[in-house]
């Protein structure tokens, strides 16, 4: 399969690497030099969308935030014309929280939302979105979250999904398109990051930050089936293993 991917952050160099017959496009020349292969696209700029109007490819993937297009309307209708299964990467912060904290490929989405009405434009014309938990891989490592001070309380529940899986099950999705479908994506083992820390600590890796434990907070819990239940895999399904691999890359 021959895919068109819109964007050329974190997770295209993934499907990059493990599908080296994509085209990614970039809006600078400079990434699109280092990495070849790749043509100049931005959303917010029409006179380069014919840089992808004359690409044969099987499928689009869409990775950047639809909201940030300014001209979604014209956008969505080039894309369209293409008629090739279209794929929109997007978030669990997509989901409203549920009282139980769990949510589900189907579960109610936050409609106020200026990403979710952009996404839902395209999936009710006919894309699929899947919704991703964090994404993490090498250079992203979780610990590494930690020693930046960016986690604020440990008793919050962290959903995660290796880099390598997202792009895999973004590859499988378009493999077994079904048109305006929703999906959920994560490694399946909701974590409450007072087990990772109590892991990095006891490993070394960290000494016991100083922050909140407050319980009262109420974090998402991602449960997805629809992918799962059509076949698909991960790689990477144990967080503390990769923790172990992403620490050794880092004393490398």
Same mark, same amino acid.
């Given at each position: 399969?021959k ?19 994509s +085209? ?7 990434k ?8 100049i ?19 689009? +993937? ?6 940030? %297009?300014? %001209? ?7 894309? @369209? ?15 409203l ?5 769990? +949510? ?17 434009? @395209? ?6 979105? +899947?919704?991703?938990?964090g ?14 001070g ?19 099950? %973004? ?9 305006? $479908? ?8 909701? $974590? ?23 319980k009262? $907070? ?31 890359l880092?004393?490398m």
């Amino acid at each position: 399969m021959k895919t068109l991917f819109l964007g050329s952050g974190y997770t295209g160099n993934y499907f990059r690497y493990l599908y080296p017959y994509s +085209i990614h496009s970039s809006r600078s020349k400079d990434k699109i030099n280092k990495h070849g292969g790749g043509v100049i696209f931005d959303a917010n700029r029409p006179d380069t969308w014919e840089s992808i109007g004359h690409i044969k490819a099987d499928a689009v +993937i869409i990775s950047f935030p639809l909201d940030e %297009c300014n %001209c979604l309307e014209e956008l969505n209708s080039f894309l @369209f014309e293409k008629k090739l299964p279209i794929l929109v990467i997007g978030t669990t912060s997509a989901f409203l929280p549920s009282p139980e904290g769990e +949510i589900y490929d189907d579960s109610p989405l936050n409609t106020l939302l200026a990403r979710n009405k952009a996404e839902e434009l @395209f999936r009710k014309k006919g894309a699929s979105v +899947i919704y991703s938990a964090g994404i993490y891989g090498k250079g992203r490592n979780p610990v590494d979250w930690l020693r930046k001070g960016y986690i604020k309380n440990s008793a919050l529940t962290v959903n995660l999904i290796h880099a390598e899986d997202l792009a895999r099950a %973004c590859n499988f999705i378009l493999e077994n398109f079904s048109e305006s $479908q929703r999906y959920l994506i994560s490694d399946n083992h909701p $974590q409450k990051w007072a087990d990772i820390i109590n892991f990095a600590v006891k490993k070394k890796y960290i000494t016991a930050p100083n922050i909140s434990s407050d319980k009262t $907070q109420k974090g998402k819990i991602v449960k997805p089936e629809k992918i799962f239940e059509m076949g698909f895999n991960l790689r990477h399904p144990d967080i503390f293993e990769e923790i172990q691999f992403l620490e050794s890359l880092d004393k490398m």
